[in-house]
């Protein structure tokens, strides 16, 4: 009910910025929360960031926090997270999420209920 679509991944050096879009499409009436996780290789998806779709609340994990910003733009129905001061261990294959159902922790994978295919960020040393 709920198609999301990641975009603006790449390369980039160290130190560099990359700001990635989610565009849910869909019944996106029933979002209540979004959320950007990543998965390096040989690694579990990791919680990166996340939003309530009303009130804007946000949600960070510590090893982001002060780099990134999770936002949203409920009228063109996207999400971005801006990444700045990013480092070699960012690298993923970055997810969105969606969440219809609200609970208290929004870094738990099983809260979301609609996921993106991807995107993938290289951060080089």
């Known amino acids: 009910q709920v198609q999301l679509v990641e975009s603006g991944g790449g390369l980039v050096q160290a130190g560099g910025s990359l700001r990635l879009t989610c565009a849910a499409s869909g019944r996106t009436d029933s979002i209540y929360a979004m959320g950007w996780f990543r998965q390096a290789p040989g690694k579990g998806r990791e919680f990166v960031a996340a939003i309530t779709w009303s009130g804007g609340g946000t949600y960070y994990a510590n090893s982001v926090k002060g780099r990134f910003t999770i936002s949203r733009d409920n009228a063109m129905n996207t999400a971005c997270l801006q990444m700045n001061s990013l480092k070699p261990e960012d690298t993923a294959v970055y997810y969105c999420?969606?969440?219809?159902?609200?609970?208290?922790?929004?870094?738990?994978?099983?809260?979301?209920?609609?996921w993106g295919h991807g995107t993938q960020v290289t951060v080089s040393s």
């Open positions: 999420a969606a969440g219809r159902t609200s609970t208290y922790d929004y870094g738990a994978v099983t809260q979301y209920d609609y």
